[in-house]
């Protein structure tokens, strides 16, 4: 059965601040891994989506890696800012490639000014 | 990508009454999903919701208690019946495109 783990669970950090979130999955027979943001009353955005045959993606100042073989995926946050305060939560298949998702319980990130 | 319209996206309600969460989608999608998040958990996926056939239930949820209705490829709901308090949790539909799961925004329930 495949289980997802974030740490840390919460974070806080200064403003302008470089920082990792991890995610760890038992099951590494995986397609592809998600990581999403979860706002307040603003349900989830996906943020990046990394295929089982890619080892990073980046969109702006967010770099997502995945390491298969030992079943670990990194979201590297540059530059942090108040804004990127929200819950980050990875996400896994079910099994192999299916639709199905398996979440993380997420970590909660609070950027101060 | 998708645009999801998820109705209400909070209600409070008391013990015993029946909930009916909706979710509009932006285009035809073939599967759509309910998700549940109670406080301090992760999401859980309640059902896969598939236009002309019965929901799929995951382990734990029974179509006697969280049925589903899927009438077309853009719209879908939940209805969460004979509420607890242990109901109390953000419930979530999403749609699966090509490229990545899409989310409404959720509703939060709050059962007295």
């Known amino acids: 059965k495949q289980e997802v783990t974030q740490i840390p669970a919460a974070l806080s950090v200064p403003e302008g601040e470089n920082l990792v979130l991890n995610c760890s999955f038992t099951d590494s027979a995986i397609y592809n891994l998600q990581w999403f943001r979860q706002d307040p009353g603003k349900g989830l955005t996906s943020l990046l989506l990394i295929q089982s045959s890619q080892r990073e993606q980046t969109s702006g100042r967010l770099n997502a890696s995945l390491d298969k073989s030992s079943g670990r995926s990194t979201l590297y946050i540059a530059a942090s800012q108040p804004g990127d305060s929200a819950t980050y939560l990875c996400?896994?298949?079910?099994?192999?490639?299916?639709?199905?998702?398996?979440f993380g319980k997420g970590t909660k990130l609070t950027v101060n000014p | 990508s998708a645009v999801i319209s998820q109705k209400p996206s909070r209600d409070i309600c008391q013990r015993g009454t029946s909930l009916t969460i909706q979710c509009q989608v932006d285009s035809q999608v073939t599967m759509m999903f309910w998700y549940r998040q109670q406080p301090g958990q992760s999401l859980t996926l309640i059902a896969t919701?598939?236009?002309?056939?019965?929901?799929?239930?995951e382990s734990g949820f029974v179509i006697d208690k969280f049925p589903i209705s899927r009438p077309n490829l853009t719209f879908s709901t939940l209805t969460v019946s004979n509420m607890s308090p242990e109901d109390s949790s953000i419930y979530l539909c999403?749609?699966?495109?090509?490229?990545?799961?899409?989310f409404g925004s959720g509703t939060q329930l709050s059962v007295l």
């Open positions: 999403s749609v699966l495109t090509p490229a990545k799961l899409f």
């Open positions: 919701a598939n236009q002309g056939s019965e929901a799929t239930y």
């Open positions: 996400a896994v298949p079910w099994q192999g490639g299916s639709e199905k998702l398996v």
